[in-house]
């Protein structure tokens, strides 16, 4: 199926539910979803501790926001508390990796056939803009996307976003969203690693979309899988390179 990119889109309603979607206060918020961004970024490195004094003078916030924006990222597995210790990063490993992947590509399929089911021509029109924002960036050369990488990260959130948008099942979404973002924290440990050519992550990008406005729920949600399992895969591929190494 032909797509027409530069069709006039209206803005996207439906927002895919997050893993701190109605906690907290608007300050407080902010902060969770800063810092489990900054986790996910890989600004602070697996098993760094957390010390308040540093984090008070990054944020501008109180300790006790702090404390309980750290408490929940340890439920979402992306903090540790040790007694007597503070606050970690949460370690990473290839077996915790392998049980990621099995969950967000259960969810993420859930939520794409779900989403078949319920979406209509806005949803539709939220897909295409979403992959045209990300396909200009997908075509500029290396040096140029390197350039413009957080921006990438964030279309490509938008993206797998704006598929699962129509999914009605809100805490298949909120659960999904919480895998979403355990498995990016393993893709920009190894991001270095990638092939400088993105054609063929563009390509599964558009095939993906063609599926899925086709409203082909078995091809879409197999296109998916294999879209996930093999990012998984190459960051697995540079754990062994790693322990190889040492």
Known sequence: MEMTLNLEVRK?????ARPDEG????????????????IVNNLFAPEAKLKFADLTKRYGLG????????????????VTLDSGRGFRVAPVSEADLIEITEHYVDFEKRALA???RHGDDEWEAGIVASYHRLNIIHELPWEERMLRHSEW?????????????ACEARWLLR????????????????????NKNGSRKAIEHRAIVEATLARDTDKATRLLERHIRETA????????????AS
Do not use: C, P
């Open 12 to 16: 996207q309603r439906r927002v895919s």
């Open 23 to 38: 906690s907290g206060s608007s300050a407080g918020q902010e902060l969770l979803t800063q810092l489990r961004l900054d």
């Open 63 to 78: 300790i006790g926001t702090l404390r309980e924006a750290l408490s929940h990222l340890v439920s979402e597995g992306f």
């Open 114 to 116: 779900d989403a078949i």
């Open 153 to 165: 990260v964030e279309r490509h959130r938008e993206f797998h976003e704006a598929l699962v948008a």
């Open 175 to 194: 659960l999904r969203s919480l895998m979403y973002y355990q498995s990016e924290r393993y893709r920009f440990l190894s991001k270095m690693s990638r």
């Open 233 to 244: 895969e190459t960051v697995l591929a540079n754990f062994e390179k790693r322990s190889k």
